[in-house]
């Protein structure tokens, strides 16, 4: 057992499998004692049993940690407030949430339904949500707290899952929003876009050339969750970690601006805008015509 959260009180949701497992175990063994959330349910969604989580508490308890079980659905207000009050209930405080919580269904955007769509939001997306606003809440009060969000590599777009990447790419706006409105009640909120074997990443139609473990994941969550983190004042960030590799995504900012003298008109837009402006190219747009040039020619694309 190490001491890197000694003392510190974390929940995890989607901690029955695969990062959120990692996770959990990972701040367990670095001294804290965690709430072990997971619903339990397929990849899809589908079929939730509590079981899931109960079994990582009984890992964690075999090892000498503490932990408790959580089965609710976080994508519900009750459930995700009902993480938050297990941990008071448990530990009397509060200091870290980790939103892996997550579902795919995958469609193509022309074809995808409503049944599609709205899970995969609410479990990735609401879910997130619905935790940070319970925990940001007690956090506010102690005046100390992380949050952190998980998002993916697809918050730049997805060719057939916009469902899940609109999701993740809500996740980074809703971090960067509880860093601000957080950080003067020493709150600091952070995501991480992780690229590990999983049974998600298991689907992905192309090989991975940059992937890691969820351990990998873990190590970088423990780091987000201690006070070294915060004291270096780390918030409102977005770091990828592949294996050996970690990379922090750039905040949000205008290219290039150009201004009228007078008002705007379409004429005038299409005259002035390719040359001036112009455009920020899309470095996806080639990966997928790569990927279709390797599906014709009957093989698996690099990414």
């Not at 075999?62 to 009902?82: E, K, L, N, W």
């Not at 949430?97 to 995808?112: D, S, T, W």
């Not at 049944?115 to 990735?124: G, M």
Request: charged share 20%.
């Amino acid at each position: 057992m190490g001491n890197f959260l000694a003392g510190k009180v974390v929940a995890v949701t989607g901690a029955g499998r695969g990062i959120g497992r990692a996770v959990a175990l990972a701040a367990a063994a670095e001294g804290a004692r965690v709430v072990v959330n997971d619903h339990g349910v397929a990849m899809d969604g589908a079929s939730p049993t509590s079981e899931v989580a109960e079994s990582v508490v009984k890992e964690i308890e075999a090892a000498g940690g503490h932990a408790v079980p959580v089965a609710d659905d976080i994508s519900t207000m009750a459930g995700g407030q009902r993480v938050v009050d297990v941990a008071l209930a448990s530990y009397g405080r509060l200091d870290g949430v980790v939103c892996v919580a997550g579902i795919l269904r995958e469609r193509m955007l022309f074809n995808m339904a409503e049944e599609e769509w709205d899970p995969v939001v609410a479990t990735h997306l609401k879910g997130t949500f619905t935790v940070f606003r319970a925990a940001s809440a007690v956090m506010r009060q102690q005046r100390s707290g992380t949050l952190i969000g998980f998002t993916s590599g697809n918050h730049q777009g997805s060719v057939s899952q916009a469902n899940y990447s609109a999701a993740k790419g809500g996740i980074i706006s809703l971090v960067r929003s509880a860093a601000l409105g957080l950080h003067k009640y020493g709150v600091t909120a952070n995501a991480v876009a992780p690229v590990a074997r999983t049974r998600m990443s298991a689907n992905v139609p192309m090989e991975l050339t940059e992937i890691g473990e969820p351990e990998d994941v873990a190590a970088m969550v423990v780091y987000l969750l201690s006070q070294q983190a915060r004291e270096q004042g780390i918030t409102g960030q977005v770091y990828t970690i592949a294996g050996p590799k970690i990379a922090v995504w750039a905040q949000p900012r205008e290219l290039r601006a150009a201004y009228a003298d007078g008002s705007w008109t379409p004429e005038r837009i299409a005259d002035f805008l390719p040359g001036t402006v112009g455009v920020d190219p899309m470095p996806l747009l080639e990966r997928v015509a790569g990927m279709e040039r390797a599906a014709r020619e009957g093989g698996r694309p690099n990414a």
